[in-house]
C-alpha cells in the first residue's frame, strides 16, 4: 500500500519562498501521475501543478511562473518549488498518486504566507 507523506510547509512573508516535498513509501512515484492540490479556509481543494511518469507538467494559472514540481526517482520524492508567495497561497497542500486503480493522498502539510 503507497503512503504518501508531505512535509516542508510552514509560515513566510509574502514573495519568500517554501519546498514542499511528497515522500513515498511502498510505491514508485515514477509509476504515475502525482499531482499537488491546496485547499484553503472555507474554498474547494484545487489542482495547483502535477507531473506524470514521463515527467510531463502542467500547472495552475495561479502557479505559472512562481511553482515548479519535480521529481527526484532516487529519493521517491516529488518537490514543489513555490516562489513569490503572496498570502492567497495560503493553504493546506496536498499530494495525490494515481496510477490505475491506485489514488492515493498525504496527509497535507500547511503552508501559512503573511503580508
Known amino acids: 500500500q503507497v503512503q504518501l507523506v508531505e512535509s516542508g510547509g510552514g509560515l513566510v512573508q509574502a514573495g519568500g519562498s517554501l519546498r514542499l516535498s511528497c515522500a513515498a513509501s511502498g510505491g514508485r512515484l515514477s509509476i504515475g501521475r502525482l499531482d499537488w492540490y491546496r485547499q484553503a479556509p472555507g474554498k474547494q481543494r484545487e489542482l495547483v501543478a502535477g507531473?506524470?511518469?514521463?515527467?510531463?507538467?502542467n500547472y495552475a494559472d495561479s502557479a505559472k511562473g512562481r511553482f515548479t514540481i519535480s521529481r527526484d526517482n532516487a529519493k521517491n520524492t516529488v518537490y514543489l518549488q513555490m516562489n513569490s508567495l503572496k498570502p492567497e497561497d495560503t493553504a493546506v497542500y496536498y499530494c495525490?498518486?494515481?496510477?490505475?486503480?491506485?489514488?492515493?493522498w498525504g496527509q497535507g502539510t500547511q503552508v501559512t504566507v503573511s503580508s
Open positions: 495525490r498518486l494515481r496510477f490505475q486503480l491506485l489514488d492515493a
Open positions: 507531473i506524470t511518469g514521463s515527467d510531463s507538467t
